[in-house]
């Protein structure tokens, strides 16, 4: 049982390319999210999708998108990558929005992103 | 509003016991707790509704005090394998599109 998948694990980019970090969870979870993690600044959320077919943005969207390609996958797309966005990214997953977004959530392993 | 953690550091001898505060300048209605090993994901540990209810994991519990906003977690005759990140994160009462805000967490380091 995979959990939450997360492909690349790592990646150099350069100022200016574009990407596509993907994200996959075997759980049949409703919800999905993208956090990413800086030193001493803990986990901010980027975006989510409460459920197949809705995303929201989160505390810092800027540079980013998302699509929600199926109940199974979340992508983050970064259009015109920036050195601010080197990070570890994390994808995470719970079974369902309702109740006020009350289940735990279950991460991916994280992509360790460098921009140049 | 991010949630406060306290210490932002300790190190503790095996057997020793710890106590990592997390604090909310807003009305909460939940706390979740992970941990995170150097390198890792986050795991999840628990979540503490409002309402005072303490949980347990382990040796490991926690306690969520709702008229000062707080949640304390516990970790009891700690072992080397508790050494790693420990995070907060807080889902406040008010509006329908709640999310988890996370603390900058508290590392904690478990010495033999």
């Known amino acids: 049982n995979a959990g939450v998948t997360q492909t690349p694990k790592f990646q150099v980019l350069k100022t200016g390319q574009s990407m596509t970090l993907q994200c996959a969870q075997d759980?049949?979870?409703?919800?999905m999210y993208w956090y990413r993690q800086d030193p001493g600044m803990g986990l901010r959320l980027i975006y989510y999708?409460?459920?197949?077919?809705?995303?929201d943005k989160g505390e810092v969207p800027n540079g980013y998108n998302v699509s929600r390609l199926n109940k199974r996958e979340f992508s983050l797309r970064l259009e015109s990558a920036a050195p601010s966005q080197t990070s570890v990214y994390f994808c995470?997953?719970?079974?369902?929005?309702?109740?006020?977004?009350?289940?735990?959530?279950?991460f991916g392993d994280g992509t360790r992103l460098s921009i140049l | 509003q991010q949630p406060v953690q306290s210490p932002q550091a300790v190190i503790l001898r095996e057997g020793e016991d710890a106590v990592i505060n997390c604090s909310s300048s807003?009305?909460?209605?939940?706390v979740h707790w992970y941990r995170q090993k150097h390198g890792e994901a986050p795991v999840f540990l628990m979540i503490?509704?409002?309402?005072?209810e303490q949980k347990g994991h382990e040796k490991i519990s926690a306690s969520f005090n709702e008229k000062k906003q707080q949640s304390s977690l516990y970790l009891t005759a700690s072992q080397l394998s508790y050494s790693g990140t420990y995070f907060c994160?807080?889902?406040?009462?008010?509006?329908?599109?709640?999310?988890?805000?996370f603390g900058s967490g508290t590392q904690l380091t478990v010495l033999p």
């Open positions: 995470a997953s719970s079974e369902g929005y309702r109740g006020g977004n009350n289940q735990p959530q279950h």
């Open positions: 759980m049949n979870h409703n919800s």
């Open positions: 999708s409460a459920s197949e077919g809705t995303t």
């Open positions: 807003k009305a909460l209605y939940s």
């Open positions: 503490l509704l409002k309402g005072g």
């Open positions: 994160g807080t889902l406040i009462s008010s509006g329908s599109a709640r999310q988890l805000t």
